[in-house]
């Protein structure tokens, strides 16, 4: 709590404690509050030079017990001897308001004259440390940048690509601290606008051999878009940046071309490759080997001429070899040939291996016969609604069948209840009264059985 105090707490905190010193006079209570006090003069840390001057008046001004004074006073001149403080000295960066304003003549002529875009920028260091620039911002190096844009459009030449024009922010910051400082030049915070209002005493240092600002202005804020400052700007989006950068800018270049070659041989040069196959050689062999079936299909044909017959049954799946017919009653009258014919071709295959067009299909091989010997091929086709009906039929039938196995048993599951809940006037009289101690019978068969073996016995 003593380090934001302001020395206006202080000084209510030291009136109150006067006054409880003339309430109190010689307790404990006083004693304490006092130490209280002076520890918190120590603890803080936001002292000033006018803070202490009223602190220091203000306890000579009271009517306080010496040992009280004493201790205040101690605390005060120890106050500032503390090694940690919130006040940290740093540098911060000169802001000039109009870079192009601040060059001279020769400047723009030696800009426009410059070879190299490294020309350029020694030009523009050497001006900024005879201004007595020591700390470059950001808005700076924009400056310098976007005036060396504009200086190149005005020549006639190209605008250089985002990448490039990035690049030389890094060029121009080295170039810039390799340059000499010139230490007689008063260093400003801020550059205005109009070089003339940085006074005469300024001008006279900074610009010499009788030189003088040319006070130019350009439309800059047309020439920021163009330039890149930061890697994740978005005009470098797309380009292969350093791979650091990559997770700044959002490109995912580096991560994409590396799978392509997987994906497509086409694309293996990367994005800076032609639109050409990578693997010309390699595209030349599947071509070929696209071809070889064809060129295989027809020496095999002229070698295994009985095969023809067995392919005319299906010609929906092999329309190829569909060209040299054969007749069809030699199918239908003699199957058992057929089925010999079959075997051989099916044997030729099988030594042809992978030079075969198509292979035959040993189960279609197997049932075609069988299918031409018990229907005929040209029956007639069953209608939508004949078959439609013979389903139905079938279906009705099913469900008949189901229905006359579960009727039976319904019905003995019925009678089983009915005799549990019948009525006691409804139900069998008992065979034996509740007082009998007699033979007892299973059943009234047995019951019969056993008065009639007694009446042949009395007899």
């Not at 380090?3 to 707490?9: M, P, T």
């Not at 095969?307 to 190829?320: A, D, E, F, K, N």
Request: hydrophobic content about 35%.
């Amino acid at each position: 709590m003593s380090q934001v105090w302001s020395i206006s707490d202080f000084l209510s905190e030291l009136r109150h404690l006067g006054q409880l010193t003339k309430m109190r006079p010689g307790s404990l209570v006083v004693t304490t509050m006092a130490t209280t006090f002076v520890e918190r003069i120590r603890a803080a840390k936001n002292w000033t030079s006018a803070g202490i001057i009223q602190l220091i008046g203000e306890v000579q001004s009271m009517e306080l017990p010496d040992a009280i004074k004493e201790s205040i006073q101690e605390a005060v001149e120890t106050c500032q001897t503390n090694e940690a403080s919130h006040i940290k000295l740093s540098t911060c960066g000169q802001k000039i308001v109009h870079v192009p304003a601040y060059l001279t003549a020769a400047d723009w002529q030696a800009l426009e004259s410059a070879v190299s875009k490294d020309d350029q920028m020694s030009v523009m260091a050497k001006r900024l440390r005879a201004m007595g620039l020591t700390s470059l911002k950001e808005n700076t190096v924009h400056q310098v940048l976007a005036t060396l844009l504009y200086v190149n459009h005005s020549r006639g030449q190209p605008q250089m690509q985002p990448r490039a024009i990035h690049s030389m922010v890094d060029d121009f910051q080295a170039i810039f601290h390799g340059t000499a400082k010139i230490e007689a030049v008063p260093k400003l915070a801020t550059y205005s606008e109009d070089p003339l209002q940085n006074g005469e005493a300024w001008l006279s240092q900074a610009y010499t051999n009788g030189c003088s600002p040319a006070n130019k202005k350009l439309p800059l804020h047309a020439w920021y878009r163009k330039v890149p400052m930061r890697k994740n700007h978005h005009l470098l989006v797309g380009y292969h940046v350093p791979a650091e950068s990559n997770k700044a800018h959002g490109s995912h270049d580096h991560l994409v071309w590396p799978k392509l070659p997987k994906c497509s041989p086409n694309w293996q040069n990367g994005p800076a490759g032609s639109a050409e196959p990578a693997n010309t050689a390699q595209n030349e062999q599947n071509q070929a080997v696209q071809q070889q079936p064809l060129q295989q299909q027809q020496p095999l044909q002229q070698q295994q001429p009985l095969q023809q017959p067995v392919q005319l049954q299906q010609p929906s799946q092999q329309p190829l070899q569909l060209q040299q017919p054969s007749p069809q009653p030699l199918q239908l009258q003699q199957p058992s040939q057929q089925t010999a014919l079959q075997q051989t071709s099916a044997t030729a295959h099988d030594e042809a291996g992978s030079q075969a067009a198509v292979p035959p299909d040993p189960m279609l091989a197997t049932a075609e016969p069988d299918m031409c010997t018990e229907k005929p091929c040209n029956s007639k086709p069953k209608t939508l609604q004949e078959f439609e009906d013979q389903h139905f039929e079938e279906l009705r039938k099913r469900k008949l069948e189901a229905k006359e196995k579960a009727v039976p048993k319904a019905k003995a599951k019925a009678k089983a209840k009915a005799k549990d809940h019948l009525p006691p006037h409804k139900r069998d009289a008992p065979i034996f009264g509740p007082t009998y101690t007699g033979l007892r019978l299973p059943g009234r068969e047995a019951y019969r059985a056993h008065m009639a073996r007694k009446a042949r016995m009395a007899k």
